[in-house]
C-alpha cells in the first residue's frame, strides 16, 4: 500500500538507488506532510484496513508502528503546513552500501545522493521548505543532514516512540 499505492497516485514520491543492479537504498517523501496520510485513509480505508489486518495476523509486534503512524498523525492535527513544505518520510541505505571501505572504493554516498534527489523532486514540485525527522541518537544521520546545510529544528518531535529530532532545509531565494 505505502510504497505502491501512494506512489501511484502521486501522494508521496519514491527513488531507489541501484548499485549494480542491486537495490542499495531509497528515500520515500512527499509534498503535503501533514495530509497525504489523511487523504489515503479516506480514498482507500478499505485497502488500508484489509493490509492491516494481513500484516497483523501475520506478525502482531507490528501493533508498535501502527500506535506510532496513529500518535504521528494525531500530533500534527494541530499543525499547519503551507504549500511549500515537505517532508522526507523515509531514507534508508543498506549497510554494505554504507562501510566505509565501499565508500573509499566506489566514490558513492548514496544517502547523500537520495537526499539530493528527493530535495530536487519536492524543490521541482515547489517546495521551499523541506523537513527530516530523525532519531535523536542516530548520529551518522544528524552528522550527514548537518554537513549537507541543513539546520536543527525542534529538538523534540511529538509521536514518535523514539525521541526524534526535525531537521530542516530551506530553499535559498537566487539573486
Same mark, same amino acid.
Not at 46 to 63: H, M
Not at 87 to 95: D, I, N, R, T, Y
Not at 128 to 136: E, W, Y
Given at each position: 500500500?505505502?510504497?505502491?499505492?501512494?506512489?501511484?497516485?502521486?501522494?508521496?514520491?519514491?527513488?531507489?538507488?541501484?548499485?549494480?543492479?542491486?537495490?542499495? =537504498?531509497?528515500?520515500?517523501?512527499? +509534498? *503535503? &506532510?501533514?495530509?497525504?496520510?489523511?487523504?489515503? /485513509? @479516506?480514498?482507500?480505508?478499505?485497502? #488500508?484496513?484489509?493490509?492491516?489486518?494481513?500484516?497483523?495476523?501475520?506478525?502482531?509486534?507490528?501493533?508498535?508502528?501502527?500506535?506510532?503512524?496513529?500518535?504521528?498523525?494525531?500530533?500534527?492535527?494541530?499543525?499547519?503546513?503551507?504549500?511549500?513544505?515537505?517532508?522526507?518520510?523515509?531514507? =534508508?541505505?543498506?549497510?554494505?552500501? +554504507? *562501510? &566505509?571501505?565501499?565508500?573509499?572504493?566506489?566514490? /558513492? @554516498?548514496?544517502?547523500?545522493?537520495? #537526499?539530493?534527489?528527493?530535495?530536487?523532486?519536492?524543490?521541482?514540485?515547489?517546495?521551499?521548505?523541506?523537513?527530516?525527522?530523525?532519531?535523536?541518537?542516530?548520529?551518522?544521520?544528524?552528522?550527514?543532514?548537518?554537513?549537507?546545510?541543513?539546520?536543527?529544528?525542534?529538538?523534540?518531535?511529538? =509521536?514518535?516512540?523514539?525521541?526524534?529530532?526535525?531537521?530542516?532545509?530551506?530553499?535559498?531565494?537566487?539573486?
Amino acid at each position: 500500500f505505502y510504497y505502491a499505492l501512494l506512489p501511484a497516485h502521486r501522494l508521496i514520491h519514491v527513488s531507489v538507488a541501484y548499485v549494480d543492479d542491486v537495490p542499495a =537504498g531509497f528515500n520515500a517523501v512527499t +509534498t *503535503d &506532510p501533514n495530509g497525504f496520510m489523511g487523504v489515503a /485513509l @479516506r480514498r482507500w480505508w478499505y485497502v #488500508i484496513a484489509w493490509q492491516l489486518f494481513l500484516s497483523l495476523a501475520e506478525n502482531p509486534k507490528r501493533i508498535a508502528a501502527l500506535w506510532e503512524a496513529f500518535q504521528i498523525m494525531s500530533a500534527r492535527k494541530g499543525e499547519t503546513a503551507d504549500s511549500a513544505t515537505a517532508e522526507f518520510l523515509s531514507l =534508508g541505505v543498506l549497510p554494505e552500501f +554504507t *562501510d &566505509p571501505k565501499f565508500v573509499q572504493r566506489s566514490g /558513492l @554516498r548514496i544517502a547523500r545522493e537520495l #537526499i539530493a534527489k528527493g530535495v530536487q523532486q519536492l524543490t521541482e514540485a515547489g517546495a521551499k521548505r523541506i523537513i527530516a525527522v530523525v532519531d535523536a541518537d542516530n548520529l551518522p544521520a544528524r552528522m550527514m543532514y548537518y554537513g549537507l546545510g541543513w539546520q536543527l529544528g525542534r529538538l523534540h518531535v511529538p =509521536g514518535w516512540r523514539a525521541d526524534s529530532v526535525e531537521f530542516i532545509w530551506e530553499a535559498t531565494p537566487k539573486a
